[in-house]
């Protein structure tokens, strides 16, 4: 089988669209659909090729969104796993041992946080915690997992001035960079050693699947979470490693919709008596702005708000007939999340976490005005 790949010259929307391509072959479709076996027939004698010998350590189907993702990073080893925090996992449990030290996000995903404090320190790992906007306690660590732009709080770590700081001290940095995606934010350029993301999030884009990847440019790295994926069996499914193969051909376009549909509801939420600490890294004036600048290719889909109270989100979310209440983000449609109510980021009642959508923006901006209208007017 041959592949195409696109070049470092070619803009995002043609990598997008031709990520994991391979060539044309007569009477073939365009991009061939999963392969959903487990077996395949070895090779007649010994030693002879590995690939697709058993479907846990390898399957054509994701060995293809590998190559894609490896092109969406501007070149890399990725291995792919069966959701974000399967990819989280590997590089935890794939690089630490007993004695060694790692600094989490204290204000990042907060699934990543009990499981440090709970399973990692079980296994003699000293886990440390620091906000997004540090200061980080490098000294005598072995691992930095970074998350930037912060989920749910949309803070922005300097990623660079981090990373130097970081190999300075001997430790090395994993970024998650599930909201900001390759096509917002490549943190191996800015001296990452590693990225994890959910891909369940913008990457596959529409609210329907589950899977994840770890990036590398490192080898020995790569060998090292793709062991851990083999023993753990932490596979993704060839299906959905299909789907998401399908969905990344209109990655550009729908994260360009979705950041200027942020940028617009985040204006809206800035001029609003009744909403506070609205947060998003392309909006003029907001702290994280001047960073987010400086590394950042583009600002995403998502932005935070502080509305007054849990009752004032459910009306809102009454009125709204574009925006759904769900707790993912990323999605083609609409989403708000009340982070509160479920007990594991420190934010107010009313703070909520806005993905927005690939609706038409006067239609978005129609329809949220509109609630928060109907919102205060209920109240």
Not at 21 to 33: I, K, N, S, Y
Not at 118 to 125: K, N, P, Q, S
Not at 212 to 220: L, Q, Y
Request: include cysteine; aromatic fraction near 6%.
């Amino acid at each position: 089988m041959s592949t195409r790949s696109t070049s470092a010259a070619h803009g995002d929307g043609t990598v997008a669209s031709h990520a994991g391509e391979r060539d044309a072959v007569l009477g073939e479709p365009a991009r061939p659909g999963p392969v959903l076996s487990s077996v395949f027939h070895l090779p007649p004698a010994p030693g002879g090729p590995a690939l697709d010998g058993y479907g846990r350590p390898d399957n054509p189907t994701y060995r293809d969104l590998e190559r894609a993702f490896s092109e969406l990073e501007g070149g890399t080893k990725v291995t792919a796993f069966a959701s974000g925090m399967a990819a989280i996992s590997a590089v935890l449990f794939g690089l630490l041992k007993a004695g060694d030290t790692v600094v989490i996000p204290s204000d990042g995903y907060y699934a990543t946080r009990p499981l440090a404090a709970d399973r990692l320190a079980a296994f003699g790992v000293t886990v440390r915690t620091a906000p997004t906007l540090g200061p980080y306690p490098v000294e005598g660590a072995t691992l930095l997992l970074l998350e930037t732009p912060s989920n749910p709080g949309m803070d922005v770590c300097d990623l660079p001035a981090v990373c130097a700081a970081a190999r300075a001290a001997g430790a090395l940095v994993a970024v998650d960079n599930t909201t900001a995606t390759p096509l917002g934010q490549r943190p191996l350029d800015l001296g990452a050693d590693l990225v994890v993301a959910s891909d369940t999030k913008a990457l596959a884009g529409h609210g329907d699947l589950l899977l994840g990847h770890v990036s590398t440019r490192d080898d020995e790295l790569a060998a090292k979470v793709r062991q851990w994926r083999t023993w753990t069996g932490s596979i993704p499914g060839p299906f959905e490693a299909w789907l998401a193969l399908r969905s990344l051909a209109t990655l550009d376009v729908r994260l360009a919709r979705q950041a200027a549909n942020a940028l617009a509801v985040a204006e809206l939420l800035s001029a609003r008596p009744e909403v506070t600490a609205v947060r998003y890294p392309g909006l003029p004036g907001d702290p994280a702005h001047e960073v987010a600048v400086r590394q950042m290719r583009r600002f995403g889909g998502v932005l935070s708000a502080e509305l007054p109270d849990a009752a004032f989100v459910e009306r809102m979310l009454a009125a709204s007939r574009l925006a759904s209440a769900v707790t993912s983000f990323g999605d083609v449609r609409t989403g708000i999340d009340r982070r509160a109510q479920w007990g594991g980021d420190d934010v107010p009642d009313g703070f909520v976490r806005i993905s927005c959508g690939i609706e038409d923006t006067e239609d978005l901006l129609a329809d949220l005005k509109a609630a928060l209208d109907a919102a205060v007017t209920a109240g």
